[in-house]
């Protein structure tokens, strides 16, 4: 049911566009982070729609907690919980597990670890994992792996990108007796490997010649974004990109500033996701084509011109920087709201700007034109 095109390439910079059964992502695209299936910020889907995103992310783990992917099911899927009719990605649940839980157990089958919410003991392996998705109905499901810290042992790291390996062989089994069984909310669901292996060079590439050869829909580069340098993840890209199938999307999960993303799409990669433009949003902190802003400081209190005169989003169209600096300190709940909305607004919008580059044979200078400057602050 998905197919992915790879319409045109500059470098190793891809155009590309990916049919699925909840309608078609052109790519470069970046995915807007809703874990609980809703944007932080008061932000709701017919929202999402105005502000031109393509694919929702919702978080596993979370809803697996609350309110439970049973209920979720019970209701008809994600999609019509939320009301959503474009594709919803998945993640597996693996992050929140290394990420949240304090005491867990890693074995073979699975992890072990208390529920952040009220301590009870969960398990979660691949097939659990699938089984958690397969309720949700997601276009898109991830594949349960182990998220190392870096930098970690290479022993362990070892260990673990071989563990990911066979539990992704574990996903595949499950999510295709999911989709063969009657009852399921989207027997379509696509499943997503993703490739592990630290910092090191020799782990990355071992990982990802053995996933590619079971076979996914697409493959993610995980584990990143967590403590390294965006030197070091840029390495990490370089080493693995050439690896990867040319004819499947390419993911580099958790990721990240506007700086990342251009950098990354010159080295390759497809789809994005990050909770950065509405996190930053909800403490004043804007992203515009000239640099950054803090709409808190005081220099914005009596500036009657709106957070970007460039910008189109419904924030920007409607209100000034002062009302909505002001919104802020009189912590009313639609400040942060006209932020959030605007911060989602310029990431769909860059996104945008890197396709039609690419659509026109300059990303090269594009990429040379905003590498750095959108990482700067704005002058005015």
Same mark, same amino acid.
């Given at each position: 049911?998905?197919?992915?095109?790879?319409?045109?390439?500059?470098?190793?910079?891809?155009?590309?566009?990916?049919?699925?059964?909840?309608?078609?992502?052109?790519?470069?695209?970046?995915?807007?982070?809703?874990?609980?299936?809703?944007?932080?910020?008061?932000?709701?889907?017919?929202?999402?729609?105005?502000?031109?995103?393509?694919?929702?992310?919702?978080?596993?783990?979370?809803?697996?907690?609350?309110?439970?992917?049973?209920?979720?099911?019970?209701?008809?899927?994600?999609?019509?919980?939320?009301?959503?009719?474009?594709?919803?990605?998945?993640?597996?649940?693996?992050?929140?597990?290394?990420?949240?839980?304090?005491?867990?157990?890693?074995?073979?089958?699975?992890?072990?670890?208390?529920?952040?919410?009220?301590?009870?003991?969960?398990?979660?392996?691949?097939?659990?994992?699938?089984?958690?998705?397969?309720?949700?109905?997601?276009?898109?499901?991830?594949?349960?792996?182990?998220?190392?810290?870096?930098?970690?042992?290479?022993?362990?790291?070892?260990?673990?990108?071989?563990?990911?390996?066979?539990?992704?062989?574990?996903?595949?089994?499950?999510?295709?007796?999911?989709?063969?069984?009657?009852?399921?909310?989207?027997?379509?669901?696509?499943?997503?490997?993703?490739?592990?292996?630290?910092?090191?060079?020799?782990?990355?590439?071992?990982?990802?010649?053995?996933?590619?050869?079971?076979?996914?829909?697409?493959?993610?580069?995980?584990?990143?974004?967590?403590?390294?340098?965006?030197?070091?993840?840029?390495?990490?890209?370089?080493?693995?990109?050439?690896?990867?199938?040319?004819?499947?999307?390419?993911?580099?999960?958790?990721?990240?500033?506007?700086?990342?993303?251009?950098?990354?799409?010159?080295?390759?990669?497809?789809?994005?996701?990050?909770?950065?433009?509405?996190?930053?949003?909800?403490?004043?902190?804007?992203?515009?084509?000239?640099?950054?802003?803090?709409?808190?400081?005081?220099?914005?209190?009596?500036?009657?011109?709106?957070?970007?005169?460039?910008?189109?989003?419904?924030?920007?169209?409607?209100?000034?920087?002062?009302?909505?600096?002001?919104?802020?300190?009189?912590?009313?709940?639609?400040?942060?709201?006209?932020?959030?909305?605007?911060?989602?607004?310029? +990431?769909?919008?860059?996104? =945008? &700007?890197? !396709?039609?580059? @690419?659509? *026109?044979? /300059? +990303?090269?200078?594009?990429? =040379? &034109?905003? !590498?750095?400057? @959108?990482? *700067?602050? /704005?002058?005015?």
């Amino acid at each position: 049911m998905a197919k992915y095109t790879l319409l045109k390439q500059e470098g190793c910079a891809r155009r590309g566009r990916f049919e699925t059964v909840h309608g078609t992502i052109e790519t470069p695209v970046f995915m807007n982070v809703g874990t609980s299936a809703a944007i932080k910020g008061g932000i709701s889907t017919n929202d999402l729609r105005d502000v031109k995103c393509q694919v929702e992310l919702s978080n596993t783990y979370h809803l697996h907690v609350r309110p439970g992917d049973d209920l979720i099911y019970k209701m008809g899927g994600l999609h019509k919980f939320f009301n959503w009719d474009r594709p919803v990605l998945t993640d597996s649940g693996g992050f929140q597990v290394f990420s949240l839980a304090k005491l867990r157990k890693i074995t073979e089958e699975g992890v072990s670890f208390n529920s952040h919410i009220d301590g009870k003991r969960i398990f979660m392996g691949p097939e659990e994992s699938m089984r958690i998705q397969s309720h949700l109905g997601s276009t898109i499901a991830m594949a349960f792996d182990e998220c190392v810290e870096n930098p970690s042992p290479y022993p362990y790291v070892k260990a673990s990108e071989e563990r990911t390996v066979r539990w992704l062989k574990r996903c595949r089994e499950e999510m295709d007796r999911l989709n063969a069984m009657e009852g399921t909310v989207n027997p379509h669901q696509l499943l997503f490997g993703i490739n592990q292996g630290g910092t090191y060079d020799d782990l990355r590439v071992r990982n990802m010649e053995a996933i590619k050869e079971i076979e996914c829909d697409g493959y993610a580069i995980g584990g990143l974004a967590v403590g390294e340098s965006a030197d070091v993840m840029y390495h990490v890209i370089d080493v693995v990109e050439p690896h990867m199938p040319t004819d499947k999307p390419r993911y580099l999960m958790g990721v990240g500033t506007p700086q990342n993303i251009v950098e990354a799409v010159y080295r390759g990669v497809d789809f994005f996701d990050c909770v950065m433009p509405s996190r930053n949003a909800r403490h004043g902190n804007l992203f515009t084509w000239e640099g950054k802003i803090n709409l808190l400081n005081e220099k914005y209190i009596d500036d009657a011109r709106p957070i970007a005169p460039e910008c189109d989003c419904p924030a920007c169209k409607h209100y000034s920087r002062a009302y909505i600096r002001h919104l802020f300190k009189a912590k009313e709940a639609l400040g942060m709201r006209l932020a959030v909305l605007h911060n989602l607004y310029f +990431y769909n919008d860059l996104m =945008q &700007k890197i !396709r039609d580059a @690419l659509d *026109e044979g /300059r +990303y090269e200078e594009f990429y =040379q &034109k905003y !590498r750095n400057s @959108l990482a *700067e602050r /704005r002058k005015d």
